[in-house]
């Protein structure tokens, strides 16, 4: 997983009340990633309070934000935030720009006017599973940013058994990589048949392709890998492979909440069961509950029922 597409750098308290700067207010928008940012001011693409925006500008709240494609008032938040799961295929690229062309996941969203969607994270080439986007500068940067440390779980099928001291390691002392150690928070052997075997883990970093990287250090190359969870939000048990879900209302104020970010909407009174669900029909909750690790609030899960495609983006595979 790659999460560099969006700046998620913090900038310093002192700086608040100076203002921020104009790349960075429009990359938290969902406009584009801070350095496609720089190179929209320096091309004349921005404008601020109907003047040409200039490289390191920086704006303040009620200052009006206009480019070729929308316009922003600083400092107010977009209430009509969306927010989409994707259960991704393998064989599906997590960009829109691709040399070799290769099918993009992208190409499987609802068409939006005037926003766009931002992928929260990354899964590569050959991982499926759980992809979360929004419309959200704002929420995206609160899922993915590392301070935050919000949890993903993966089921992970390897070549090979785990021994004890590999676990141990994985656990406790961490295992070393080339950008740096990584620790596992969570392991659970699932079992398996044959050479192959199955494990969940859990960890609460999105550092490119780590998952893979960690067990191809331990001698356990893996033939499968699928994210099931990420945060309080699990892939649906009936959300097939290629297919889209568009959370509701209350499940965006409930993610919102989590996060910490203000809705000014109250919490659904029952678990979320899709809009479109009939009712002599079973409410059904996610595979698990969410870890039990460090949460901002300590909210429910949300998930969805694959059968309540609002989007119709979604094809089956």
Same mark, same amino acid.
């Given at each position: 997983?790659?999460?560099?597409? /969006?700046?998620?750098?913090?900038?310093?308290?002192?700086?608040?009340?100076?203002? =921020?700067?104009?790349?960075?207010?429009?990359?938290?928008?969902?406009?584009g990633?801070?350095?496609?940012?720089?190179?929209?001011?320096?091309?004349?693409?921005?404008?601020?309070?109907?003047?040409?925006?200039t490289l390191?500008?920086?704006?303040?709240?009620?200052?009006?934000?206009?480019?070729?494609?929308?316009? /922003?008032?600083?400092?107010?938040?977009?209430?009509?935030?969306?927010?989409?799961?994707?259960?991704?295929?393998?064989?599906?690229?997590?960009?829109?720009?691709?040399?070799?062309?290769?099918?993009? $996941?992208?190409?499987?969203?609802?068409?939006?006017?005037?926003?766009?969607?931002?992928?929260?994270?990354? !899964?590569?080439?050959?991982?499926?599973?759980?992809?979360?986007?929004?419309?959200?500068? =704002?929420?995206?940067?609160?899922?993915m940013?590392?301070?935050?440390?919000v949890?993903?779980?993966?089921?992970?099928?390897v070549?090979?058994?785990?021994?004890?001291e590999? /676990?141990?390691?994985?656990?406790?002392?961490?295992?070393?990589?080339?950008?740096?150690?990584?620790?596992?928070?969570?392991?659970?052997?699932?079992?398996?048949?044959?050479?192959?075997?199955?494990?969940?883990?859990?960890?609460?970093?999105?550092?490119?392709?780590?998952?893979?990287?960690?067990?191809?250090?331990?001698?356990?190359?893996?033939?499968?890998?699928i994210?099931?969870?990420?945060?309080? /939000?699990?892939?649906?048990?009936?959300?097939?492979?290629?297919?889209?879900?568009?959370?509701? =209302?209350?499940?965006?104020?409930?993610? !919102?909440?989590? $996060?910490?970010?203000?809705?000014?909407? %109250?919490? %659904?009174?029952?678990?979320?069961?899709?809009?479109?669900?009939?009712?002599?029909?079973?409410?059904?909750?996610a595979?698990?509950?969410?870890?039990?690790?460090?949460?901002?609030?300590?909210?429910?899960?949300?998930?969805?029922?694959?059968?309540?495609n609002?989007?119709?983006?979604?094809?089956?595979?």
């Amino acid at each position: 997983m790659n999460e560099q597409d /969006i700046d998620l750098d913090i900038e310093p308290q002192h700086e608040v009340a100076q203002g =921020e700067k104009l790349q960075k207010v429009l990359a938290q928008a969902g406009f584009g990633s801070r350095r496609a940012m720089e190179e929209w001011i320096a091309g004349g693409r921005v404008s601020v309070n109907g003047e040409p925006a200039t490289l390191g500008m920086r704006v303040v709240p009620g200052d009006l934000v206009k480019t070729e494609r929308r316009t /922003i008032r600083v400092g107010e938040r977009d209430h009509t935030a969306r927010v989409l799961l994707y259960h991704k295929p393998e064989g599906e690229i997590v960009s829109r720009d691709d040399p070799e062309k290769r099918a993009s $996941v992208f190409d499987k969203l609802p068409k939006l006017r005037g926003q766009k969607w931002i992928a929260v994270g990354r !899964l590569d080439f050959n991982t499926s599973g759980l992809l979360i986007f929004t419309t959200s500068g =704002e929420l995206a940067n609160r899922l993915m940013h590392p301070r935050f440390e919000v949890e993903r779980e993966y089921a992970v099928r390897v070549q090979g058994r785990m021994t004890d001291e590999q /676990i141990t390691k994985v656990l406790k002392e961490g295992v070393e990589l080339e950008d740096g150690p990584v620790t596992f928070e969570r392991l659970e052997d699932q079992g398996g048949e044959g050479f192959n075997h199955w494990y969940k883990v859990m960890l609460k970093e999105g550092r490119n392709r780590i998952v893979r990287r960690t067990f191809d250090a331990l001698g356990l190359p893996v033939s499968r890998l699928i994210r099931v969870r990420f945060g309080l /939000i699990n892939l649906p048990p009936r959300l097939k492979r290629g297919m889209t879900a568009e959370l509701g =209302e209350g499940e965006i104020a409930q993610v !919102l909440e989590w $996060v910490g970010i203000d809705a000014n909407e %109250p919490e %659904p009174s029952v678990p979320f069961a899709p809009s479109e669900q009939k009712a002599s029909e079973p409410r059904r909750r996610a595979v698990r509950p969410a870890g039990k690790g460090p949460r901002p609030d300590g909210s429910r899960n949300v998930s969805r029922s694959g059968n309540g495609n609002r989007s119709g983006g979604g094809r089956k595979r």
